[in-house]
């Protein structure tokens, strides 16, 4: 799997919208991006996924550049509530290993009133 | 809330110790994950069960070991503990190899070894 950089942390306003950046240069045609958030003390939380397309659902717009090599994730209105660290990932799927995620560091974001 | 039920949420054992952790999956779903994550870190891979099968291992040591019932519930077990073994370990169950989307995470137990 692919290895992601993102900046360690981030702040956003309340009520803004908050631009998580994700590098994966390496990227593979077959893998796909994953977003997760994990709030204090609680399991990981899916967020988006996509393959080269933009994505788009209820929480969340994932950007992926033409090229595969960058991703955006945007919280189109942050709220307190989204005060937590952003995993990017990327992995193959349809194969063997469909619970295996890589998790790095991820972006710690601070949503600030 | 997921509806991946882990167990017990706190427990406090002592080095050389042994320790049984349990997760109940997500209704339908046949492939559970299990995760270490020590503090200031992102959760790492220990193994994946499919089937009542390991069919995926991090890189862990043998002391870690798991089982999967026919009910999709699993286990993870840890031998001879050591110290840095302290962490919050996390279950995540799918619908299965081959498939493409989100893994449901349980809220995790947390392992403190004195």
Redesign the interface.
């Given at each position: 799997d692919a290895k992601t950089t993102q900046p360690t942390s981030m702040d956003c306003a309340e009520g803004r919208a908050a631009n998580l950046p994700c590098n994966h240069s390496t990227i593979s045609g077959n893998e796909?991006v994953?977003w997760y958030r994990q709030i204090h003390?609680?399991?990981?939380?899916?967020i988006i996924?996509g393959l080269k397309n933009n994505e788009t659902n209820e929480m969340a717009s994932l950007i992926i550049t033409e090229d595969r090599k960058s991703s955006t994730l945007i919280l189109p209105h942050a709220t307190l509530r989204d005060t937590a660290?952003y995993?990017c990932i990327v992995r193959v799927?349809?194969?063997?290993?469909?619970?295996?995620?890589?998790?790095?560091?991820?972006t710690t974001l601070q949503v600030k009133p | 809330e997921?509806g991946?039920t882990q167990s017990p949420t706190h427990l406090i054992k002592t080095r050389g110790q042994q320790v049984t952790l349990r997760c109940s999956s997500q209704s339908g779903h046949n492939?559970?994950?299990w995760?270490q994550q020590a503090l200031g870190?992102?959760?790492?891979?220990i193994f994946?069960y499919?089937r009542e099968e390991e069919?995926?291992r991090?890189n862990f040591p043998p002391r870690f070991s798991g089982l999967q019932f026919p009910n999709y519930s699993s286990e993870l077990n840890v031998n001879a503990l050591e110290l840095d073994d302290s962490a919050l370990y996390?279950c995540?169950s799918?619908s299965?190899?081959?498939?493409?989307?989100?893994?449901?995470?349980?809220?995790?137990s947390r392992l403190t070894v004195l």
């Open positions: 796909y994953y003390s609680q399991g990981p939380q899916y996924h660290v995993y799927d349809g194969s063997s290993n469909t619970g295996k995620l890589i998790f790095g560091q991820g | 997921t991946v492939t559970v994950s995760y870190q992102g959760p790492q891979f994946q499919y069919n995926g991090g996390l995540a799918s299965g190899t081959g498939h493409t989307g989100e893994l449901f995470f349980g809220e995790g």
